[in-house]
């Protein structure tokens, strides 16, 4: 069984600490995609934090009751604003554009705690009295394991959430016989009913986002708006003595006793009334547990690690670091970081961990805070932000050979676009669309608020182009058969809401740049304009990816031909004065020269509209504009700038962004700057406060920095820096369904390709090119110097 607990690499798959955790943001995440567990590693008295994704405020008629515009709509709206625009009236159009927001979105709310009170030969264990601790979270098994010597006793916790059993499976073994006693109770901060054998939960039906001040922010109903319900089922499995009642499970005189918990919903879907009671999801979660507790623990553990296994195993980065440095605590490592190359392959594999922990098949998009959130009105609500955040979370589900986890996201993209015909009609515009917030229940309007992060109509573009990259990956044209009436509905809404230029070009008003500002003519920031980069850059990519899509499915369709005259009349990125590439169609200073959303660099990373050798002026202006804006920034920021950097091919820079990026962050108030960015204990983001859509970013970085395959050509190490002279990397994915081993030292690079069908590639390792037959089934290797 150890050997199924342990990692042979603990500098680069292994979190550990000496002490147990005292706060969220130190305690160890595990997953299966559904249930969230936080293992805090106590001694004496422990808490497991659980969450479960579909576990969200409202419903769809709180949606319905939120969504009421505030104003006019409608295209006569529309031309309103874009007269005030005209006109040169920007405060009259800011005003206008506000007419159409609608409430918010809803929030992921926390479930609950498993809390444990344990005994060790019926005394209480405190911190002073240990002999050793230790706590880690093992990256390759999925396993928490938190382990102390007390009076001579050796007490083991082991806890990992398993996807094929659907359970959170706790074991606790004492290496003297009998000496475990443990009291195992759940609480929550949603309503409540305690239940033997679990915990009966009723979510609100509505939770205010924190920054809006409102009489009732969280808000319970029993009417039609009621929220959901949702229960936590638990069981024991033990050779002590067991008792159990709605005050929970006691266990005395055990040597290994086993808790088995799962957890369910009212959650069926984005546009179906909640229905199911508390107690029918208690059913169905108890129906697990009890399945799993038929079952032997180490029959467990080894099924849940084949399936962990079957996904981590395919991609893994190592990268040497000082073996002392290795050994220490992970927060202690932080400290010490620039001396430690291995501990960016560790936030690197943690990155996969994560997604593979958040984001399964049949589930929902990972939030803000993935699956992991212990607060009832959480920052941002926890929801899906789809300005940056959410697309940020699935970028290296591809390049890193998680296809399947990328799934949650393609699913709901089908639901949002449904719902987003609603938010498309509020112009007047046919297809769909969606803006800066949606949530479970699939909102799609522009939230109440700043226009400078409501009025935002871009989100369908930009989401489309995930369906399109996972085609590009996998070569699966019956999945882009399916994805077709969501991209056509994307292109269609924005072929609508594009407006002739007195130029003759295309463009787009109102427009706004995601939540940056302008200097106006008046000297005040200012949103609403004309023509934001960011718009013209997503539109025109949306425009290329249906006419290549419609080419390859054999698409006979007028619309396409429109498609393709309107694109031609997208104007590219404008350059201005400092060299810098234009936030907005005029060149205009910002409000915040050094602002965290990098909106008009979307074309050099995550799209392929500029790169260093086909746009060499726009690469310099996007270039200039990194400079321009500086390295500080967000957590989540700072892990685009390492794309961006990379796909500029400047290792050095990218290099410096990561090292940023694993700063050790202490800092949870909201900070927009980034004086407080890096990460916390635990790895987890630091916006500040935490964001997981960092850590998925810095994964993705990094894999752009070892392999690109963006042009075309598949270049190898483009951004790899002096100061990892030697490393390892396996299971890199490109595009075309192509996966990359490489191999370095200062000798030169070992590289294996294996490609899923036959296919001709052009290899390229610096300004060297070399053209490979690639045959399905076998590895072709090169060494390159």
């Not at 294996?754 to 590639?761: G, I, N, S, T, V």
Request: hydrophobic share 40%.
């Amino acid at each position: 069984m150890s050997n199924l607990v342990s990692s042979d690499r603990p500098g680069t798959h292994r979190l550990y600490y000496d002490r147990p955790a005292d706060r969220w943001l130190e305690a160890l995440p595990l997953g299966n995609g559904r249930i969230g567990a936080m293992c805090f590693g106590g001694v004496g008295h422990d808490r497991i934090g659980l969450n479960d994704e579909t576990c969200w405020s409202g419903g769809p008629e709180t949606a319905r009751l939120l969504s009421e515009p505030l104003g006019a709509i409608g295209a006569d709206a529309v031309q309103a604003v874009r007269a005030a625009l005209a006109a040169g009236d920007i405060r009259r159009a800011h005003e206008l554009a506000g007419g159409f927001h609608s409430g918010y979105s809803q929030a992921f709310m926390p479930l609950g705690d498993l809390l444990l009170d344990i005994t060790v030969n019926g005394s209480t264990p405190v911190a002073e009295g240990l002999t050793q601790y230790s706590r880690k979270l093992d990256l390759d098994v999925a396993t928490a394991v938190t382990e102390y010597e007390i009076g001579g006793v050796v007490v083991r916790q082991e806890v990992f959430v398993s996807a094929p059993a659907g359970v959170l499976v706790v074991r606790l073994t004492g290496s003297t016989p009998g000496a475990l006693g443990v009291t195992a109770r759940l609480e929550s901060k949603l309503h409540s009913r305690p239940h033997v054998g679990g915990l009966l939960l009723q979510a609100p039906a509505d939770v205010a986002p924190p920054h809006r001040d409102v009489p009732e922010p969280i808000r319970y109903s029993e009417g039609a708006d009621r929220g959901m319900a949702a229960a936590i089922a638990l069981r024991a499995r033990t050779d002590g003595e067991s008792h159990e009642d709605e005050a929970g499970l006691t266990v005395t005189g055990a040597t290994e006793l086993s808790l088995i918990l799962s957890t369910a919903t009212g959650y069926d879907g984005p546009s179906t009334v909640p229905t199911r009671t508390a107690e029918e999801c208690w059913a169905s979660a108890d129906e697990r547990v009890v399945a799993a507790l038929d079952r032997e623990y180490d029959v467990l553990l080894a099924e849940h690690v084949a399936d962990h296994q079957a996904l981590f195993r395919r991609a893994s980065l190592e990268l040497a670091g000082p073996a002392d440095v290795a050994e220490l605590p992970t927060d202690a490592r932080l400290t010490r970081h620039g001396d430690d190359p291995a501990l960016a392959a560790l936030i690197f594999n943690y990155g996969r961990y994560l997604m593979i922990a958040s984001s399964r098949p049949g589930g929902l998009p990972t939030t803000l805070q993935g699956i992991w959130n212990d607060i009832l009105r959480p920052p941002w609500s926890s929801n899906f932000t789809i300005n940056i955040n959410t697309e940020m979370n699935y970028w290296p589900a591809e390049t890193t050979a998680l296809p399947e986890c990328h799934q949650p996201l393609l699913d709901y993209l089908e639901h949002l676009a449904e719902a987003g015909q609603q938010a498309a009609e509020r112009y007047g515009c046919g297809g769909w669309t969606a803006h800066h917030n949606a949530d479970a229940w699939c909102w799609t309007f522009p939230v109440e608020g700043d226009p400078r992060w409501s009025n935002w109509p871009m989100a369908g573009a930009w989401l489309a182009r995930h369906l399109w990259d996972h085609y590009a990956f996998t070569g699966d044209l019956d999945f882009l058969g399916r994805s077709w009436p969501v991209l056509r509905g994307a292109a269609e809404f924005c072929l609508d809401w594009l407006v002739e230029m007195p130029d003759g070009t295309l463009g787009t008003s109102p427009s706004t740049s995601p939540e940056n500002d302008y200097l106006a003519d008046d000297g005040k920031p200012a949103s609403v304009t004309i023509s934001s980069t960011m718009d013209l850059s997503l539109i025109a990519d949306l425009f290329d990816r249906c006419t290549q899509t419609a080419g390859l499915l054999g698409v006979i369709d007028p619309f396409v031909d429109r498609l393709l005259l309107a694109r031609k009349r997208i104007p590219g990125p404008p350059i201005g004065g400092r060299g810098q590439l234009q936030e907005w169609a005029a060149d205009l200073p910002e409000e915040d020269p050094h602002h965290r959303h990098m909106s008009h660099l979307v074309g050099l990373h995550p799209g392929d509209a500029i790169t260093p050798e086909g746009t060499p002026a726009l690469a310099a202006a996007a270039a200039r504009t990194l400079d321009l804006r500086g390295d500080q920034a967000t957590g989540w920021s700072l892990a685009w700038k390492i794309n961006l950097q990379a796909r500029l091919r400047d290792a050095a820079a990218a290099h410096r962004l990561v090292r940023a990026f694993l700063s050790p962050a202490e800092d949870t108030s909201t900070d927009y700057v980034g004086s407080g960015a890096g990460v916390y204990p635990n790895l987890f983001c630091a916006h500040p406060p935490f964001q997981i859509d960092g850590n998925f970013g810095a994964t993705a970085g990094i894999a752009e920095m070892l392999l690109q395959s963006h042009t075309g050509e598949i270049e190898i190490m483009p951004a790899v820096p002096d100061d990892w002279p030697s490393g390892r990397v396996t299971g890199l994915r490109a595009r075309g369904g192509v996966s990359a081993d490489l191999a370095w030292s200062p000798d030169g690079i070992d590289l294996a390709l294996a490609a899923d069908r036959d296919q001709e590639r052009v290899i390229r390792f610096g300004d060297e090119r070399i053209t490979v037959r690639l045959t399905a089934g076998t590895t072709h290797r090169l060494s390159l110097s």
